[in-house]
Structure formats: structure tokens, C-alpha cells
């Protein structure tokens, strides 16, 4: 069976600025401080999924989920390790890749653009993501002015139906009513008869047990467990159970401890090339907007 996924040592660390201004000076190395302090939201995270797994992502708020289906998504890149993607993949979260200020009907055709459906494809998909979505005149509306429902469903809808190969699905059912999740379980039911490579994360521990065949326990960042869905489940369960066993006051003290434990400072001797590949591509940016300019300026027939 083929490889679909794989994670070499994957870490993604953020910096822990007190202030705006230390993040200018880093980006141009003009801080005199010798160490930056670091999040580490994902730490040595290494895993190999293959094409037509069902792969369920659980664990407590502020486990790394969300940052491992971005990592996944390839919106936010790895500050070390290395991932392998065989394939395109699409996010599907609570307005991720939706335009605030555009209607849905325009990020409808932007989205379904960007995945590289060209203009006819992107009419004749159209009318199925609309009647998908259900929101009715909405859809003509700015997506600014929906509910975390609507936006929900409108992203789902539009990623259901590019045909990608991995399908991530970041709490995107979790603000929808009861018939819409049914109808988007259904809708990954079909992806799964069709070998589609799906990744739910969800605080719902029985819609995983019930469709996932897999399942990643996240935990502080770090990878605590992967395998057979009801095996990975029921130990985590019995976590959660004796987790809330526990009173706010301990509740409280052991999260502080783990989240105390992903924060380390980080020479800045090991951060030179993050620096340098930033300074690089603002650079090239600021010597591109000239030639952007002319450009703009040659199309209008100032030049």
C-alpha cells in the first residue's frame, strides 16, 4: 500500500515575543538578546499514513491538533523535520481559506480556482456546492456577515466537492446543526469508499471510535499514541475520565506544568537560516512591487 502521508520529526515552534517590536528586530537580527523564548505546539511528531486511511486526531484543547492539521494543510511550513505529501490536500475548518470580505459565491469560484478547476468546471460544480452548503440568498451575501455555522458549511461544501486526495477535517462538524453533520459524515463516507485519505480531528471521541479505522492521540504537542481506533480511544477516554476527576485547582496546576514544559529558549545561532530564508523573501518582495508597478501602470497605457 502506498504512502500518503508521512512526518519525519516534525516540530513547529512560535515565538514568544513580549512585544511587536521584537519581532521586527528578529526578522532583521538587530536583537541584542543571545535566545528567544519558543512555543513548542509540536514536538518530534514522526507517523506514516497510507492512501484510503481514516485517520482520527484526539486530545485535550491546546494538544497540537490544530497545528498538525495545518502542518498537513501546508498553510503553516515546520521549523524542523520533514513532511511527505503524495497528493493535494484541503482543509476544511471553521471560514479557513474564506475571504471575510468577499461573498460566498466569490470565495466559491476563488477557492475552487486556486484548486485549479478551470471556468467551466468551476460552473458546472457551482450549483452542487450551493444546494451542499444550504444557506440560501447568504450565499450572495459578504462571508463577514455569517455565523461559525454558515461558514462551516460553506467551506465544507466547496472542499467536498474540488476532489482533493487528503481531505482534513479540522472541528468543522462541531458548530453545525445535527442534519448538516449527518449529511458531512455521509459526504466523508463516500471520500472513504473511494480510497480518499481523510483526517478528522474532533473533541467527539465516538464520531472518531465510529469513523476513523486509526486514530493520533495528541498530547502537549507530542505524539502519545497511534493505532487501532478502539484501542487508542479507549485509552484516551479512560485519560479524560480520570483527567476530570481531578479538581479545578489540580486541573489548572497540571495544565500550567505541561504547557510550561513545551516553552524553551532557543539560541539564536540555531535560528540564522529562519532569519536569513524571512529577510530573503521580504526582499525579493519589496524588489518585486517596482516591477509589479510598471506593470499595472504598461496594462493601463500610462507607459
Known sequence: MNVK?????????????????????DLFSINKKK?????????NVSFKVYEGDTVGIVGLNGSGKSTVSNLLAQVIQPSSGEIKIN?????IAISAGLNANLTGIENVELKCMMHGLTKKQIEDVKPDIME???????????????????????????????????????EALSVG?????ERCLDKMEEFKKLGKTIFFISHSASQVKKFCDK???????????????????????????????LTAADKKKRKSEMLNEQISFV?????????????????????????????????????
Open 132 to 170: 451542499f452548503a444550504d444557506i440560501g440568498d447568504y450565499i450572495y451575501q459578504p462571508v463577514k456577515n455569517y455565523s461559525s455555522g454558515m461558514k462551516s458549511r460553506l467551506g465544507f461544501a466547496i472542499s467536498v466537492h474540488t476532489d482533493p486526495d487528503v481531505l482534513v477535517i479540522d
Open 35 to 43: 535566545e528567544r523564548k519558543v512555543f513548542n505546539a509540536v514536538k
Open 87 to 91: 497528493g493535494q490536500t484541503s482543509l
Open 267 to 303: 539560541s539564536k545561532e540555531k535560528n540564522k537560516v529562519e532569519g536569513k530564508n524571512l529577510k530573503g523573501i521580504l526582499l525579493n518582495t519589496l524588489l518585486l512591487i517596482p516591477v509589479f508597478v510598471t506593470g499595472i501602470l504598461m496594462v493601463l497605457g500610462y507607459r
Open 215 to 245: 486514530v493520533m492521540w495528541m498530547h502537549h504537542g507530542s505524539l502519545k499514541e497511534i493505532g487501532e481506533s478502539e484501542q487508542v480511544i479507549g485509552e484516551y477516554e479512560e485519560f479524560v475520565k480520570s483527567f476530570n476527576k
Open 5 to 25: 502521508v508521512e512526518f519525519k520529526n516534525v516540530c513547529k515552534s512560535f515565538p514568544l515575543n513580549t512585544k511587536q517590536s521584537d519581532k521586527l528586530l
Open 177 to 181: 446543526d445535527s442534519t448538516f453533520t
